[in-house]
């Protein structure tokens, strides 16, 4: 699975049943410096997500898409199943709403990633997500050179993407395995872009 953390407008209040709502967005055509090239002099590297690139998942009702706290689905905060999360899909931005129960507030994880942000540490929404078979979605994702007027980076576009989960973290930037995760040669269209995905 993939991983695209961004900065995130997180919002938390308490409910009078003493369930806690969290809600955010995560912004689509929002281009997103993954690397600045490094020290070795390559090239920057790009990424976006078109309008309603998640919407397959999104809006079939029966599939299942959870609230995690970093990545892991041995901390699930809330889910679409289970009508604790609802996603409002628009062109701006993928937005959820989380109803974190009483119950659930209770477990320590949940306490753990409440105080975060409160505290405005854990500022980060990322979305867990694979790319469609090539043989069902043949440009499901492009990867182009950015305007020379711009710069020299290399921009990833994912059109659409397979939603599995949303997570809050601590640290809105890609680690270096999820960066590899990525293909980021230029290719013609139409040729499958290798990649490695994570688990």
Do not use: C
């Not at 407008?9 to 689509?28: K, Q």
């Not at 040729?191 to 490695?196: D, F, K, T």
Request: proline fraction near 8%; avoid cysteine.
């Amino acid at each position: 699975m993939l991983f695209a953390p961004i900065p995130a407008a997180l919002t938390l209040r308490a409910e009078g049943d003493g369930s806690r709502v969290i809600s955010g967005s995560f912004p689509y055509n929002s281009l997103a410096t993954l690397s600045d090239g490094g020290r070795n002099g390559g090239r920057p590297r790009k990424e976006r997500f078109k309008s309603r690139a998640f919407a397959y998942r999104v809006d079939k009702p029966d599939e299942e898409i959870h609230l995690l706290f970093g990545h892991d689905f041995d901390k699930p905060m809330a889910s679409k199943l289970s009508k604790t999360l609802s996603l409002t899909d628009s062109a701006a931005a993928l937005s959820f709403e989380a109803r974190i129960t009483p119950e659930v507030a209770e477990t320590s994880y949940v306490r753990d990633a409440l105080a975060l942000i409160a505290a405005g540490l854990a500022v980060g929404l990322s979305p867990g997500f694979r790319i469609p078979p090539q043989r069902t979605v043949p440009d499901a994702e492009t990867v182009e050179d950015e305007d020379p007027s711009l710069g020299d980076a290399i921009i990833r576009t994912i059109n659409a993407a397979l939603l599995y989960e949303l997570s809050i973290v601590t640290r809105p930037a890609y680690q270096d395995s999820e960066v590899e995760a990525r293909s980021w040669n230029r290719i013609p269209m139409g040729v499958m872009l290798p990649r490695r995905l994570l688990y």
